[in-house]
């Protein structure tokens, strides 16, 4: 009823709202619908749907940051998310599974619009790890060269002409998406770097959201969607000018705490809340220091890097001379899905991880499989020499005296290792 109100009130005075009070809008909706188990993860969603709307009214905006949702369990909300997001976010498409062709189509048609704010659009696929798992190796390359070229403004993806196969045909790919998937490990590591990552879990019966019926809360979530597109459209003179746009973009608040890739997602969501004010901007700093926080607790969402820190994680939790010269393929394999079950358990899409994955994987750090001797014979695997300067390369340093670490009970995990 408050927001009932708070609309008919709005609409005889012709009073649009005020940048802080959108994003709450848009958050408070995200809550009632949507429940993830960190609460910056809010934050770091309604700053992005934000995003979205600003890019419509801001052509100078050179950046489109990528939004995932994972969880290795069904049930989680990810789905959900992408459709409440779908309905407030700026020229929202909820389509489902994706190919490279629908997309290029998709977005080729809002570029070709006149019409202010239909460009870009936004789009939600679900289900992008099964598109990357064993069974769907064709379509990877071209669907992972648009959403990674599509990250910038003013990208084109190249095609020869279907009928004149002298000419070619230039197809725009920039836009905003937003996925969802049940482990990151199959996607390419440069889409990661480009993507916000929210790990969604199922909620307890306490934490539930409300249920959503689209006939019955579509208008209220078109409301959401409206305030932040006409505090889009008001603010955008804002940034106008370059160099406006660029002093928020590279504000010393940002610079300090971000660099590189991390700067240029995240400088993103810090313009937004500049531009919104109240306490937005303070939030997307402490979303910014909880997400390195978390960064430095996962190591690096990288299928290769968490392998990696699996691998030194239960090999520096006993003495090296307890450890045989080597380890098999297959016992590195066996022993990722029963302890990172959430990166590797769906590796292949329905699949696990296998023997010829693990090779694909560690050697993205450079290392060669050798034959290796076994209780039962030869094999194929990897020495534990050639591991340790692996990680040591690719891995921050181990943190010493880790209680837990040294409390955790030998069993039958550790001893996968063993030949």
């Known amino acids: 009823m408050t927001d009932f109100l708070t609309d008919t009130l709005r609409a005889q005075a012709k009073v649009s709202p005020g940048g802080a009070e959108a994003l709450t809008r848009a958050e408070a909706a995200l809550r009632r619908f949507v429940w993830f188990p960190e609460p910056r993860h809010f934050d770091v969603v309604t700053l992005w ?22 969880s290795g369990s069904p049930g989680s909300g ?23 062709a629908s997309m290029l189509r998709i977005i080729g048609a809002s570029a070709q619009t006149d019409q202010p704010g239909a460009f870009p659009v936004t789009l939600f696929p679900d289900e992008l790890d099964r598109t990357y798992s064993a069974h769907s190796a064709g379509s990877q390359d071209d669907l992972t060269i648009i959403l990674n070229a599509g990250y ?7 095609r020869a002409h279907k009928d004149k196969q002298q000419e070619v045909i230039r197809y725009p790919c920039f836009g905003p998406v937003a996925f969802a998937g049940l482990a990151t490990a199959r996607l390419p590591d440069a889409l990661l770097t480009r993507t916000f990552v929210v790990h969604t879990k199922r909620a307890r019966s306490e934490e539930r959201p409300d249920s959503f019926l689209p006939v019955a809360h579509g208008g209220e979530l078109e409301s959401v969607r409206d305030d ?14 370059p160099s406006d746009m660029l002093a928020l973009l590279l504000d010393e608040r940002i610079t300090g705490v971000t660099d590189g890739r991390d700067h240029e997602i995240w400088s993103c969501l810090f313009l937004v809340a500049v531009l919104a004010g109240g306490v937005w901007p303070e939030r997307c700093l402490a979303a910014i220091q909880a997400a390195k926080e978390d960064a ?12 990696l820190t699996v691998l030194r994680r239960h090999y ?15 016992d590195v394999a066996s022993a990722a899905i029963e302890l990172d079950p959430l990166a590797f358990q769906r590796f292949n899409g329905p699949d696990e991880l296998r023997a010829e994955d693990v090779a694909a994987l560690l050697r993205e750090h450079g290392l060669k499989q050798v034959r290796v001797r076994t209780a039962h014979g030869r094999s194929y695997g990897y020495r534990w020499s050639a591991l340790a300067d692996a990680w040591d390369r690719a891995l921050p340093p181990l ?9 955790e009970p030998e069993d039958a995990t550790a001893s996968l290792f063993r030949q």
């Open 228 to 241: 932040l597109s006409e505090w889009a459209a008001e603010t955008a003179f804002r940034i106008a000018d």
């Open 316 to 330: 520096t939790a006993r003495p090296a001379h307890l450890w045989p010269v080597a380890v098999t393929k297959d």
């Open 399 to 407: 943190i010493a005296d880790d209680e837990d670490d040294s409390e």
């Open 49 to 70: 749907t934000a995003y979205t709307h600003l890019l419509t009214r801001s052509p100078d905006l050179p950046i489109a940051p990528r939004l995932g949702f994972f």
């Open 78 to 100: 990810k789905t959900r998310a992408l459709e409440i997001l779908s309905r407030i976010s700026a020229n929202g498409q909820d389509v489902g599974s994706l190919s490279a």
């Open 296 to 307: 430095a607790d996962r190591v690096d969402g990288s299928a290769s890097a968490r392998l």
């Open 152 to 158: 910038k403004r003013g990208a084109v993806v190249v």
